[in-house]
């Protein structure tokens, strides 16, 4: 499985920006789509996820309320709404897969797959 981030750039505090993650290759082995973070300095952190048929998202709690994520089947692609974003956003975002149906909300090492990255740069 092969996955391909995009969307991420710089915002003022309060602005939106939406991620998208196109996946290819054996898609229908993986269960679950996930967004993850890494801050300068941090540790990868969940953000969201959902699977490719449920209704309804995970989200960190850090994000409830800003972040929206979404999907869309036919064409294997999976999108974050930001909404409201904060200085402390400002990371490497991460789009990831994993075959399991549990760990939806990670650790990161419960998913199999991983995209290349793309950065989100808020300031204040």
């Known amino acids: 499985v092969q996955l391909q981030a995009s969307g991420g750039g710089l915002v003022q505090a309060g602005g939106s920006l939406r991620l998208s993650c196109a996946a290819s290759?054996?898609?229908?082995?993986?269960?679950?789509m996930g967004w993850f973070r890494q801050a300068p300095g941090k540790e990868r952190e969940f953000v969201a996820a959902m699977s490719w048929s449920a209704a309804s998202a995970y989200y960190a709690d850090s994000v409830k309320g800003r972040f929206t994520m979404s999907r869309d089947n036919a064409k294997n692609t999976m999108y974050l709404q930001m909404n409201s974003l904060k200085p402390e956003d400002t990371a490497v975002y991460y789009c990831?897969?994993?075959?399991?149906?549990?760990?939806?909300?990670?650790?990161?090492?419960?998913?199999?797959?991983w995209g290349q990255g793309t950065q989100v740069t808020v300031s204040s």
């Open positions: 290759g054996r898609t229908l082995s993986v269960y679950k």
């Open positions: 990831a897969a994993g075959r399991d149906r549990i760990n939806m909300v990670g650790p990161a090492n419960k998913y199999d797959y």
